[in-house]
């Protein structure tokens, strides 16, 4: 199992189309590269107004693959604050969290699109998902 440091990243990008977050993280000898998309950022935003209140499950959220960073300021020394072309500004997200989504990329993102199928919903804001039933 590959090994994350839970220090803040070493390099900190946008790319030109706002849509993906760059993370460098140094470790011995090496450094660990990471792409992570503004719509993955959105879907798993820390904020407490994505929780269930009564689980503190993530919230489902659909219709956002086309969402943007708009801006990203630093925290202190221990979190970035993502604002999203959405609206959505209110969750800081610590470096400790960075790494998470950084470490489990693949496991989320199909947890994600496994609860978008099963709510019958679409990444895609304007997309709908029909279900034919014959009788």
Same mark, same amino acid.
């Not at 849509?19 to 470790?27: I, P």
């Not at 503190?56 to 956002?64: D, I, P, R, S």
């Given at each position: ?6 220090? $803040?990243?070493?390099? *900190?990008s946008?790319?030109?189309?706002k849509?993906?977050?760059? %993370?460098?993280? #140094?470790?011995k000898?090496d450094? %660990?590269k990471?792409?992570?998309s #503004?719509?993955y ?7 407490? #107004?994505?929780? +269930? ?8 959220? &659909? ?5 943007? *960073?708009? +801006? *990203?300021k630093h925290? =202190?020394?221990?979190?970035? /604050? $993502?604002?999203?072309?959405? =609206?959505?500004?209110? =969750? ?14 693949? /496991? ?5 699109? +496994?609860?978008?199928?099963q709510?019958?919903?679409?990444? &895609?804001? +304007?997309?709908? $998902? *029909?279900?034919? $039933?014959?009788?």
């Open positions: 199992m590959m090994k994350f440091p839970t220090k $803040i990243p070493e390099k *900190i946008l790319n030109k189309e849509n993906c977050l760059f %993370l460098e993280f #140094a470790t000898g450094s %660990l990471f792409k992570l #503004a719509e950022l959105r879907v798993y935003s820390p904020s407490a #107004a994505m929780r +269930d209140p009564s689980t503190g499950e993530q919230k489902l959220l &659909a219709g956002k693959k086309w969402v943007l *960073i708009a +801006d *990203i925290c =202190g020394n221990y979190a970035l /604050k $993502i604002i999203f072309n959405d =609206g959505h500004s209110s =969750g800081l997200y610590t470096w400790q969290y960075l790494c998470e989504l950084c470490h489990n990329k693949e /496991k989320y993102w199909q947890t994600y699109l +496994d609860r978008l199928h709510a019958g919903a679409c990444r &895609a804001p +304007d997309e709908q $998902i *029909i279900k034919f $039933i014959s009788h």
